[in-house]
DNA sequence: ATGTAC
């Protein structure tokens, strides 16, 4: 018998197994949706507007294969946040801005240090602080005077990481461990507005706010002892993970396609079940203008975390060493939408992937993969929230077959950004962070308080449910011991 | 996420 629960007005789930929920397709919907979640995760998710998300983007036009929601999934601008979806450019397919998110190439690089945690000893406190005074961290915050020529922005747009790395904020080595080599080529600075570029000129090597952050930690627990190895990974190394975007750029980016892509919409007589879904055919201008000004945010994002890296990389070789020295294990984007080869309806197509809130998760052997790695699979960084756990895992061929290579992203929010901060009144958030044993700094307390762990899920089992699916391999659990945040 | 509305 189908076991069916009431989702979002309107809508039902139907269960296929322990962690997969059918959205069966309905009303305009052209295909059905998928939701990756366990009996406890499909409590939370039941019953929220990111259901609705997840119907609302199956009726797209060109939408291929299913409409799916990660164990992660929450309400986002149009579509869910933890949500994938593609779209075939030869059947009227779409570019939305609202499928890809206002931080544009948001995402999570981990690096590793050959020390284990004991060797940090008592130096984590005066770390902590010069990471806090080296790196710009919150809303609105950059280098303040110090603005890089336009001539250097238009550059780093084109270029990513390996601009990065030219001028002295990375090492060569890096590339090959950024999802892309750090670079989206068919960027196109000239379809960035001077607006967005004036807002990043001061941002390249900032934090910015809300889940984004630093965190020092260690690998806390190891599942695939291979794996680990190959990734550098052994119990007890001293890691640090990095979780930034595009900053007021990106945002910029997609303000400005928004309401080019409304005037679009319209113009196209395409009917949408929600505003904020605005999108344009893959075959129109407007759609490629998007993307090479997507794909140069997301250039920008990747030179953002390369430049932090460069930061930490000094602060480290102050406090601890040249021996402390940083070596970068991947970097993920969970913002991003990218034309891949996939198999859709037993046919091989190139389509439009739209992650927000996503990890691509090749399978081992893909040709996307550095040649190093490529018989492991891509690492997947799943960060949770700031007092229990963050994920290594790997790609697989069960995401490659089941949800166009990709996996989750994180925790995923469980309040609202306002639920949390009354959740918080009246509590000393510092002292119930350091009897935690977490040594945070932080811009301000508002952000501590959206961002405190009872406001998500447990990232535990958003990566039981991935693993159980098979759209992810666990490697290895990391353990926050310091967090810089916006 | 975001100079949370130029």
Request: charged share 25%.
């Amino acid at each position: 018998m189908v076991k069916r629960i009431e989702a979002a007005e309107g809508l039902e789930l139907e269960r296929l197994d322990s962690c997969r929920w059918r959205l069966p397709r309905q009303g305009r919907m052209q295909v059905d949706g998928l939701i990756f979640a366990n009996d406890a995760l499909i409590e939370d998710i039941r019953d929220t507007e990111a259901v609705r998300q997840v119907a609302n983007v199956a009726c797209l036009p060109g939408v291929v294969g299913r409409s799916i929601g990660m164990p992660d999934i929450h309400w986002g601008f149009g579509f869910p946040i933890g949500g994938v979806a593609a779209f075939d450019p030869d059947q009227g397919g779409v570019i939305s801005p609202g499928g890809v998110g206002y931080d544009i190439n948001c995402g999570v690089r981990l690096l590793r240090t050959p020390l284990q945690a004991e060797d940090l000893g008592a130096h984590l406190p005066r770390l902590m602080d010069r990471l806090f005074e080296r790196i710009p961290a919150g809303m609105g915050r950059g280098y303040g005077d110090t603005l890089l020529r336009n001539r250097d922005m238009r550059r780093l747009l084109r270029e990513g990481a390996a601009w990065a790395v030219e001028v002295g904020l990375g090492e060569p080595e890096d590339l090959a461990r950024i999802e892309d080599r750090g670079c989206l080529p068919g960027a196109d600075p000239e379809a960035v507005s001077d607006r967005a570029i004036q807002r990043g000129r001061d941002q390249v090597g900032t934090v910015g706010s809300g889940n984004h952050f630093i965190e020092i930690g260690c690998v806390d627990d190891v599942y695939d002892e291979a794996a680990a190895r190959r990734l550098g990974l052994e119990a007890g190394t001293l890691t640090v993970m990095i979780h930034s975007g595009s900053r007021g750029l990106g945002h910029q980016v997609c303000d400005d396609f928004l309401v080019t892509m409304e005037r679009i919409t319209g113009r196209n007589g395409i009917e949408l079940p929600d505003r904020q879904l605005a999108c344009a055919p893959l075959s129109c201008s407007a759609a490629r203008d998007y993307l090479g000004a997507m794909q140069a945010a997301a250039n920008f994002a990747y030179v953002n975390r390369q430049a932090m890296t460069q930061q930490v990389r000094r602060v480290f070789a102050e406090v601890l060493g040249e021996e402390a020295h940083l070596e970068l294990v991947y970097d993920v984007s969970h913002n991003i939408a990218k034309f891949e080869r996939h198999r859709v309806d037993g046919e091989e197509r190139e389509v439009c992937v739209h992650r927000k809130g996503a990890t691509r998760a090749f399978p081992p052997g893909h040709p996307e993969l550095p040649e190093d790695l490529r018989g492991l699979g891509q690492p997947v960084l799943l960060p949770g929230d700031m007092t229990r756990y963050s994920y290594v895992l790997l790609g697989t061929q069960g995401a490659y077959a089941e949800t166009f290579g990709s996996c989750a992203h994180g925790a995923g929010r469980r309040l609202s950004r306002r639920q949390a901060k009354r959740a918080a009144e009246g509590r000393d958030l510092d002292a119930e962070l350091a009897e935690a044993g977490i040594e945070v700094r932080a811009s301000s307390r508002q952000t501590v308080a959206e961002e405190l762990a009872e406001a998500y899920k447990d990232v535990s089992d958003v990566v039981d449910v991935v693993a159980h699916a098979g759209i992810g391999r666990r490697v290895a659990r990391l353990r926050p011991l310091g967090v810089l945040k916006g």
